[in-house]
């Protein structure tokens, strides 16, 4: 498996595995086309059997329940890192420089009080580095994640990103903040032709501190208006889904869950503290 770095979360524009890998039927014939292929490929066989035979972080974790729910409502959750390993997570980000996205100045998260970075105001920042950081790639390689990663996306991934991201708490209104901060507003992930994601709190999250909210089931399916772009506002979210369809996902530090991140999904600002959540994406 190629591990490639890259927690700028790095896009390309208009490409043609975002424009396509919005749909389900797309996601699916991939995941065809990828087994046939890794069929074929003794060195990945290799890997499979290397990697799942080390031990997990996840001990105890069902990989077939967690399959099984994520097809019917796109999300398992279940996971649960040591609080020694989010430690580590948390210091590194702590002592490790950040940035915003479209500014490239660094600067540390103790830098920015109360959601101003000098005279700037700030919504989110990046941390940079991973690499650097043993913990994380630890984890990104841990056997129970690639399982999950495997059965969901119909083969062994070839790229694996982490990523590391405050989430800056402000008072200012939600409005305000969405066009500084895309990801408040309701989307689907279009990052290529198939893809799944682990999502772990660093921080304790509530209701008041960042949580990931989700349309359960709404990963495939999409009514047709929602296909051609992957930001909509809660209004026409609501149009088409019931809001009992509606997660909003609390935890403490070191929860976890795994999504198919092509659900339609949000951040809730923060409001009475930094969030910092750590994802990892396979595809």
């Not at 209104?173 to 901060?181: A, F």
């Amino acid at each position: 498996m190629e591990i490639i770095v890259d927690n700028r979360l790095i896009r390309v524009p208009q490409g043609i595995g975002q424009k396509l890998g919005r749909f389900y039927l797309t996601r699916r014939s991939y995941s065809v086309m990828k087994n046939t292929i890794q069929a074929f490929d003794k060195n990945i066989s290799h890997k499979k059997r290397e990697l799942m035979s080390k031990p997990s972080l996840f001990a105890g974790f069902c990989v077939e329940d967690a399959i099984d729910t994520i097809h019917k409502k796109s999300v398992a959750f279940g996971l649960k890192l040591p609080s020694d390993k989010t430690d580590r997570i948390h210091d590194f980000a702590i002592n490790n420089f950040c940035f915003e996205p479209e500014h490239s100045k660094e600067f540390k998260i103790n830098e920015v009080k109360n959601s101003f970075l000098h005279n700037r105001r700030i919504f989110r920042a990046l941390v940079t580095n991973l690499d650097n950081c043993q913990t994380i790639q630890e984890i990104i390689a841990d056997p129970i994640l690639l399982k999950l990663a495997c059965d969901c996306l119909g083969y062994y991934p070839s790229r694996v990103t982490p990523h590391l991201t405050w989430s800056i708490a402000s008072k200012c209104p939600v409005e305000e903040i969405k066009p500084y901060y895309p990801p408040t507003n309701f989307h689907y992930d279009t990052a290529g032709y198939n893809f799944v994601t682990a999502y772990f709190y660093i921080t304790d999250v509530d209701r008041e501190s960042g949580p990931h909210v989700m349309i359960c089931n709404s990963h495939r399916n999409k009514p047709f208006p929602l296909l051609f772009s992957g930001r909509h506002s809660d209004e026409k979210i609501y149009r088409y889904y019931r809001r009992e369809n509606e997660l909003v996902v609390t935890g403490k530090a070191g929860f976890g869950f795994f999504q198919d991140p092509s659900c339609i999904h949000k951040v809730i600002p923060p409001i009475t503290q930094n969030r910092l959540l750590f994802q990892i994406r396979y595809s």
